[in-house]
């Protein structure tokens, strides 16, 4: 009887088509831990149908401090990328160490036919990103790029009224973003994050990248990619005594040909916050949080919401959205968060407003 049941077994999995057989388990590897957001992963990424084989980490003491803290098994642990993506042969990396590797890590695994996600934003730079992009697509790969407002509901939301059919809330004419905190020396961020956040090589900026890309992400996807004619910023270091490199200040605006997208980056906001303001000809939406938010149209009351992955049918955790794009199940929209061309634009963007900053002069894009 055991034999007939174990002859049966196979017989049904040879009839199982191999899409449904490969969605059985996505291996994922870790590539760096001194980003802030790498706990992510380790506390609520990991769900059914995932499995970590690997975590890359240069500092040996970051790395132990991981292991010890989530019982990790030592042969997991490598401090040579190539070796552990040789050893592990993940389906995707999560890439959550300075944003001036990047690039590196595209470069070891995109060849290789390794999804991968970085971490906010794509690359410092117009340069590095190009090379990034052009990887992934001869190696066809998908490289995407994790927000926290990406999964937001209030984001969504936010895109979904202004598409509406009945298009009460007319064409978009302005957008405002408001996005930081105190500093990440004022929250406590680990040192070693902290380290290479205030290097203008390693992080490409202060404020202004390390938020500014929040805003530059959303009102891409708000105006479907459309590129801005120009872009003006202005930088501050308010202070200089714990940010001497870089920026703490930031106010880009972002000049398209019917529309102006305002984005106020600070590392001095009295507290954290990720908000926004969006007006069109005939109404507002404005969020207050990931899920508060409120908004109306010409001739009616406010309305005041609370909004809810579930009824968006959102997918809230980065992670499981990256295993779905993996397994094939999801194919993200042109110009979409976590997208590829959207998040090029973001690096356009933001490599225009450190330019502006740095001259005091408009810069237009071609």
């Given at each position: 009887?055991?034999?007939?049941?174990?002859?049966?077994?196979?017989?049904?999995?040879?009839?199982?088509?191999?899409?449904?057989?490969?969605?059985?388990?996505?291996?994922?590897?870790?590539?760096?831990?001194?980003?802030?957001?790498?706990?992510?992963?380790?506390?609520?990424?990991?769900?059914?149908?995932?499995?970590?084989?690997?975590?890359?980490?240069?500092?040996?003491?970051?790395?132990?401090?991981?292991?010890?803290?989530?019982?990790?098994?030592?042969?997991?642990?490598?401090?040579?990328?190539?070796?552990?993506?040789?050893?592990?042969?993940?389906?995707?990396?999560?890439?959550?160490?300075?944003?001036?590797?990047?690039?590196?890590?595209?470069?070891?695994?995109?060849?290789?036919?390794?999804?991968?996600?970085?971490?906010?934003?794509?690359?410092?730079?117009?340069?590095?990103?190009?090379?990034?992009?052009?990887?992934?697509?001869?190696?066809?790969?998908?490289?995407?790029?994790?927000?926290?407002?990406?999964?937001?509901?209030?984001?969504?939301?936010?895109?979904?009224?202004?598409?509406?059919?009945?298009?009460?809330?007319?064409?978009?004419?302005?957008?405002?973003?408001?996005?930081?905190?105190?500093?990440?020396?004022?929250?406590?961020?680990?040192?070693?994050?902290?380290?290479?956040?205030?290097?203008?090589?390693?992080?490409?900026?202060?404020?202004?990248?390390?938020?500014?890309c929040y805003g530059a992400n959303i009102m891409t996807y708000l105006k479907h990619g459309e590129?801005?004619?120009?872009?003006?910023?202005?930088?501050?270091?308010?202070?200089?005594?714990?940010?001497?490199?870089?920026?703490?200040?930031?106010?880009?605006?972002?000049?398209?040909?019917?529309?102006?997208?305002?984005?106020?980056?600070?590392?001095?906001?009295?507290?954290?916050?990720?908000?926004?303001?969006?007006?069109?000809?005939?109404?507002?939406?404005?969020?207050?949080?990931?899920?508060?938010?409120?908004?109306?149209?010409?001739?009616?009351?406010?309305?005041e919401s609370e909004v809810k992955a579930e009824a968006l049918?959102?997918?809230?955790?980065?992670?499981?959205?990256?295993?779905?794009?993996?397994?094939?199940?999801?194919?993200?929209?042109?110009?979409?968060?976590?997208?590829?061309?959207?998040?090029?634009?973001?690096?356009?963007?933001?490599?225009?407003?450190?330019?502006?900053?740095?001259?005091?002069?408009?810069?237009?894009?071609?």
């Amino acid at each position: 009887m055991k034999l007939f049941a174990t002859v049966i077994g196979l017989f049904l999995m040879n009839l199982l088509p191999q899409s449904l057989m490969a969605q059985e388990k996505t291996k994922f590897a870790m590539v760096g831990l001194s980003h802030g957001h790498s706990l992510w992963f380790f506390e609520w990424g990991k769900q059914e149908g995932m499995e970590l084989v690997g975590v890359y980490e240069p500092d040996a003491a970051l790395a132990n401090r991981f292991k010890e803290r989530y019982d990790l098994d030592g042969s997991l642990i490598y401090d040579d990328l190539d070796k552990m993506l040789a050893d592990k042969k993940p389906d995707g990396i999560l890439v959550f160490g300075p944003i001036f590797y990047h690039l590196e890590a595209v470069e070891a695994a995109a060849p290789r036919g390794i999804h991968v996600m970085v971490e906010k934003p794509l690359s410092t730079n117009l340069k590095d990103a190009k090379r990034m992009a052009a990887l992934a697509r001869e190696n066809k790969i998908h490289l995407l790029t994790n927000y926290e407002t990406s999964w937001y509901p209030s984001t969504e939301k936010t895109y979904r009224l202004f598409e509406q059919d009945n298009g009460q809330l007319g064409g978009i004419r302005k957008m405002v973003f408001h996005h930081g905190h105190q500093g990440p020396k004022e929250i406590g961020v680990g040192p070693e994050f902290l380290n290479w956040l205030t290097d203008p090589k390693l992080n490409g900026g202060g404020a202004l990248v390390d938020f500014g890309c929040y805003g530059a992400n959303i009102m891409t996807y708000l105006k479907h990619g459309e590129k801005p004619l120009s872009v003006r910023a202005v930088t501050k270091n308010y202070k200089p005594e714990i940010y001497d490199k870089v920026d703490d200040e930031a106010t880009i605006i972002v000049d398209y040909k019917d529309a102006q997208g305002i984005i106020q980056a600070s590392w001095n906001w009295p507290f954290n916050r990720k908000d926004m303001e969006v007006y069109g000809q005939s109404g507002y939406v404005i969020t207050k949080d990931d899920e508060h938010m409120r908004w109306r149209f010409a001739g009616q009351q406010e309305v005041e919401s609370e909004v809810k992955a579930e009824a968006l049918d959102l997918i809230s955790n980065p992670f499981v959205y990256f295993d779905n794009v993996i397994k094939g199940n999801i194919e993200p929209a042109p110009y979409s968060l976590y997208s590829l061309e959207n998040n090029l634009m973001v690096v356009e963007i933001l490599e225009a407003a450190k330019e502006s900053a740095a001259t005091g002069r408009t810069v237009r894009l071609e």
